[in-house]
Structure formats: structure tokens, C-alpha cells
T-cell receptor, first 115, second 109 residues
């Protein structure tokens, strides 16, 4: 049973370009979370999605960032017109259901570097 | 909304004990604990639900006091493999999940 998969593992973009980060949850998991982590810092919540629905996006910057989790295919975190401050590790996690009862399984992360 | 963890960092010798605390300003429904090794993804340790429960496996255990909106992680007779950054994740009654800034634990021989 494959774990949470993220790709690419490393992504380099120049300022102004777009970054697309993909996350395939574990089989049977319908809840996906995205987190951002700066070096030597904690996990900052960005967005919580279920299939075709954004449940909580209170951690997402209002501009340039968007996320989706379509009925078919991976969840995608999209960052438009990237800036140097977007450089970070982006982790996605998935769970089977209600966060109260279900652990989150984390993917290996995508390390975004903006030049 | 982010829970507060303390201490920020702790250094132990093998065999010593440590306590990591996590507190929230909001009423909590559950608390999650995770450990992250440098350069790796966080790994689940345990979930505690409101009701004041305690959990543990091996020499790592945790308690959750919902009235005080606090949880503590107890590491007993620490091993070198316990080194890493420990995160608590708190879930409120609206299913909002937030992680603390982490506590960096270093265990030395």
C-alpha cells in the first residue's frame, strides 16, 4: 500500500513563474491537508480539502495561492507568480476521515526554491 | 490559533526523561503528536481525544487535559532515536487542525 506521494520532490522556479505541487493521498483517504514549512520552523497549516471541496483555506495567502482536490487525480497546490519568500518545503498529508480520529500520513514534501 | 509548545528545545543524555507541553487558547477536541527527523516528513505518534485520556507505547506517552486545553508528551529513558522535532497538532470543535512551532529534542550519548 503506497504512502502519500508528492511530486516533484524538488522544484526550482524563477520569480514570476508558476509552481504546481501535486499530492496523491493514500488509497482510501479522502481528506488532504497542505502545510508549509520554512527551514528550522514549524508546520504552518494552509488548506484542508475533501474530494471536490475546500473545507478550510484560512491558512492560504489570499493572492497567488490556490488548491484543489478533484474527483479524479491528485490534489494540486498552485502558486502563481512565485516570489523568493515562497521558498519552503510544502508537505501534504492525508487521512481517512475526521481529524479527531484519524492520523495524518505525511508525504515526503516538495522543496520549492525560488531564484 | 496555533498551539504553543514548550520548551522550544531540549538536550538530554541517553536515559534521561523529558516532558514537552502543548497549550491552546481554544477549546480542543483532540490533540495529535508527531515527530519529524531532519529532512524527513513528520511521522504520527498518537492521537488523544477529549475526555482526559492518556496514551502511550513503549516509553513515549501523553496526556490531554481538556479543561486546561493542554497536552503533555512524556519521553522516558530517552534513546538516541528519539532525537527530532516534536509537533503537537490541536483540533478544535470545528475540526480546525493547527500545529505548534515544534520542540527540538536532541539526545546525546
Amino acid at each position: 500500500n503506497a504512502g502519500v506521494m508528492q511530486n516533484p520532490r524538488h522544484l526550482v522556479r524563477r520569480r514570476g513563474q508558476e509552481a504546481r505541487l501535486r499530492c496523491s493521498p493514500m488509497k482510501g483517504h479522502s481528506h488532504v491537508y497542505w502545510y508549509r514549512q520554512l527551514p528550522e520552523e514549524g508546520l504552518k497549516f494552509m488548506v484542508y480539502l475533501q474530494k471536490e471541496n475546500i473545507i478550510d483555506e484560512s491558512g492560504m495567502p489570499k493572492e497567488r495561492f490556490s488548491a484543489e482536490f478533484p474527483k479524479e487525480g491528485p490534489s494540486i497546490l498552485r502558486i502563481q507568480q512565485v516570489v523568493r519568500g515562497d521558498s519552503a518545503a510544502y508537505f501534504c498529508a492525508s487521512s481517512r476521515g475526521d481529524p479527531a480520529y484519524n492520523e495524518q500520513f505525511f508525504g515526503p514534501g516538495t522543496r520549492l526554491t525560488v531564484l | 490559533q496555533q498551539p504553543v509548545q514548550s520548551p522550544q528545545a531540549v538536550i538530554l543524555r541517553e536515559g534521561e526523561d523529558a516532558v514537552i507541553n502543548c497549550s491552546s487558547s481554544k477549546a480542543l477536541y483532540s490533540v495529535h503528536w508527531y515527530r519529524q527527523k531532519h529532512g524527513e516528513a513528520p511521522v504520527f505518534l498518537m492521537i488523544l481525544l477529549k475526555g482526559g485520556e492518556q496514551k502511550g507505547h513503549d516509553k513515549i506517552s501523553a496526556s490531554f487535559n481538556e479543561k486546561k486545553q493542554q497536552s503533555s508528551l512524556y519521553l522516558t529513558a530517552s534513546q538516541l532515536s528519539y532525537s527530532g522535532t516534536y509537533f503537537c497538532g490541536t483540533e478544535d470543535n470545528n475540526n480546525d487542525m493547527r500545529f505548534g512551532a515544534g520542540t527540538r529534542l536532541t539526545v546525546k550519548p
